[in-house]
């Protein structure tokens, strides 16, 4: 599930024009809010 979203934020960034309007800019609120502390908490998780 990690990966896909990775994957999909990835495709976001390097190739914006193929994500849909405002896609990479939530997506990179979520991990702003969400993912990072996850990471942050649990660093063993992969």
Do not use: C, T
């Not at 190739?15 to 993912?35: C, N, Q, T, V, Y």
């Amino acid at each position: 599930m990690r990966e896909y979203k990775l994957g999909r934020l990835l495709r976001a960034v390097y190739k914006p024009e193929s994500a849909p309007p405002g896609f990479k800019k939530r997506l990179l609120k979520r991990l702003l809010e969400k993912d990072i502390n996850v990471l942050m908490l649990k660093p063993s998780i992969s």
